[in-house]
Nanobody
Framework: VQLQASGGGLVQAGGSLRLSCAASGRTTSTSVMGWFRQAPGKEREFVGAINSSGVRKNYADSVRGRFTISRDNVKKTVYLQMDSLKPEDTAVYYC??????????????????WGQGTQVTVSS
C-alpha cells in the first residue's frame, strides 16, 4: 500500500487544520490506520489510530478532545481533524497502516507502511 499525506500548513494557535492520507495499491478497508508526528529533535510519537470500520479510535493523551480521526473506505482516505491547535503541535505528521488488527500499538517501529509526511506549524 502507498500512502500520501497532505493538508499541512501554517496556522495560528487556536486554529484548525485537516490532514488527509490517501491510500493506493493494496486495499485499505481491512487496515488499521494511524497518525504519528515528529517534532525537530524529538522521536516520532503516536497521535491516534482508527480501526478498519472506523468505529474504534485510539488517541494520545496530548491530543484527545482536540483531534479527531475519521476514514472513508470508499475514497481510501483517512483524515485527521485538528482543532484548538497549540504551538507544541508543530511537527511533521505521518500516516501509517497495518494489517494485523493491532489497534493499540503505539510504537512506530511496529507499523510497516508509511506516508511521506506533511508539515504542520502552529504559531503563537
Amino acid at each position: 500500500v502507498q500512502l500520501q499525506a497532505s493538508g499541512g500548513g501554517l496556522v495560528q494557535a487556536g486554529g484548525s487544520l485537516r490532514l488527509s492520507c490517501a491510500a493506493s495499491g493494496r486495499t485499505t478497508s481491512t487496515s488499521v490506520m494511524g497518525w504519528f508526528r515528529q517534532a525537530p529533535g524529538k522521536e516520532r510519537e503516536f497521535v491516534g489510530a482508527i480501526n478498519s470500520s472506523g468505529v474504534r479510535k485510539n488517541y494520545a493523551d496530548s491530543v484527545r478532545g482536540r483531534f479527531t480521526i475519521s476514514r472513508d473506505n470508499v475514497k481510501k482516505t483517512v483524515y485527521l481533524q485538528m482543532d484548538s491547535l497549540k504551538p507544541e503541535d508543530t511537527a511533521v505528521y505521518y500516516c501509517a497502516a497495518r494489517y494485523d488488527n493491532n489497534f493499540y500499538s503505539r510504537a512506530p517501529r511496529e507499523w510497516p507502511y508509511w506516508g511521506q509526511g506533511t508539515q504542520v506549524t502552529v504559531s503563537s
